[in-house]
């Protein structure tokens, strides 16, 4: 008896550490954090464009080894069987039989093969960039949506309290109305700057939900695990780094421009190929097996090489070559193009941060002095001294310093964002 009951406590204490690390491991993310960081490693981990990329790479590495192929003897088992009647003959039908293997090498082919192997190596080379690129791509939109939620977090806030400031103003309104200190047409006007608060209230409210559904779809997931995002729109100090050094940069690692270069090499190696589909192969052969008309069947053999001349196949090869250059040259002019682009694109990426930081300076300052103009304005309406119309604009002028801070945050860690996808930084 005493032992079943350590038994059942066991047992019932097991389920219970089970159950209890169990709700803690739904309920994790909760209580966390959620970071920049983690939102980007989880994007680039979920988000289904990143597969993508990823299958075309790993299509093109086995490209690599189809064209390889021509370097190794084809083998084949070949087995027969007909039967044969003529109707001058005087004999019976026939039977025939055969089982054969053969073998082929390629010998020599004056570079066909050899540019076509350096041809899907450099298309591989060109699908690991364009992979990179979507990395990036993918980042980038996740901290576009990572800052969007944050914004209009914090102008959910910033609403939330201008309602909250405008009950109190409707309040003293009716009190001082009430006394007689006040007309009524203050109470109404305080009732409909408090209406037209809570709406603002209101699509604050939609607009995040839009941002989060937003950022949900950007790291590739259901829903929204964690409760709190990490604020990073604050900036204390902003740094920008050197334009030439940023256009150096992305000249040399942006994967665009490196899947486009990759590209050129492939067309190249292409052309060589199409260059040789003028000139002979030549390759080895051999055969052995057994064929007869009745068993048991006769051993057969036969060894040779053959040498193959291309005379003439109605101007193909001719016209093969032409597409095959003019490709390149459409490579390299587009290479010409992704360079201007990138170069315009890390100068306005440049100059958004530029303007984003000097606007940040200015939107701070200009907050802070809505916020003690606001403070003055309601002390001095509390007390009787002001009507209703100057603490009204002192509100509105509040809200639009703060909401245009908001944005010259916003503004300046999208044109960060935007520098560092316009230099290739890598994922």
Not at 240 to 267: G, V, Y
Request: aromatic share 10%; glycine share 4%.
């Amino acid at each position: 008896m005493f032992r079943r009951l350590l038994l059942l406590l066991f047992t019932a204490g097991i389920c219970f550490f089970v159950s209890a690390m169990a709700l803690a491991e739904d309920g994790s993310h909760a209580e966390e954090e959620l970071t920049i960081e983690q939102a980007i490693a989880v994007a680039l981990k979920n988000n289904p464009s990143i597969r993508v990329a990823n299958e075309a790479r790993i299509a093109g590495r086995a490209r690599i080894g189809q064209t390889q192929s021509a370097y190794y003897p084809y083998v084949n088992l070949q087995t027969r069987y007909s039967r044969s009647w003529q109707e001058a003959s005087q004999s019976s039908a026939r039977n025939h039989y055969g089982n054969t293997f053969e073998l082929s090498q390629l010998i020599f082919d004056f570079g066909r093969t050899p540019g076509l192997v350096g041809s899907a190596r450099e298309s591989y080379e060109s699908l690991k960039e364009s992979y990179q690129n979507s990395r990036q791509i993918v980042a980038l939109n996740t901290k576009v949506a990572y800052y969007a939620y944050l914004a209009y977090e914090r102008e959910l806030m910033l609403t939330e309290e201008i309602v909250r400031q405008r009950n109190q103003l409707l309040h003293q309104a009716k009190q001082f109305f009430k006394t007689g200190l006040k007309p009524r047409i203050d109470v109404t006007r305080a009732e409909a700057n408090l209406y037209d608060a809570k709406l603002s209230f209101i699509k604050a409210q939609n607009g995040l939900q839009i941002a989060k559904i937003n950022l949900v779809n950007a790291l590739g997931i259901e829903k929204l695990p964690w409760s709190v995002l990490k604020d990073v729109l604050e900036i204390k100090k902003p740094i920008i780094m050197n334009l030439d050094d940023a256009k150096s940069m992305a000249i040399m690692q942006r994967p665009d421009l490196l899947q486009n270069k990759a590209l050129e090499r492939e067309r190249e190696f292409s052309v060589k190929a199409a260059k040789a589909e003028y000139l002979p192969r030549l390759s080895g052969n051999a055969n052995y097996g057994w064929s007869s008309t009745d068993f048991p069947l006769q051993e057969e053999w036969t060894v040779g090489m053959q040498m193959a001349f291309p005379l003439f196949t109605g101007f193909e090869k001719r016209e093969k070559l032409r597409q095959e250059e003019a490709k390149l040259r459409q490579a390299k002019a587009f290479s010409d193009v992704i360079i201007q682009n990138t170069l315009a694109e890390v100068e306005q990426a440049y100059a958004d941060m530029n303007t984003a930081s000097e606007q940040i300076v200015a939107a701070r300052k200009g907050s802070q002095a809505s916020n003690e103009n606001l403070e003055l304005a309601t002390k001095r309406y509390q007390q009787g001294l002001n009507d209703i119309i100057e603490i009204t604009d002192a509100q509105v002028q509040y809200l639009t310093a703060e909401t245009k801070y908001i944005n010259s945050l916003y503004d300046y860690k999208i044109a960060e964002a935007m520098l560092e996808k316009a230099t290739g930084k890598s994922y």
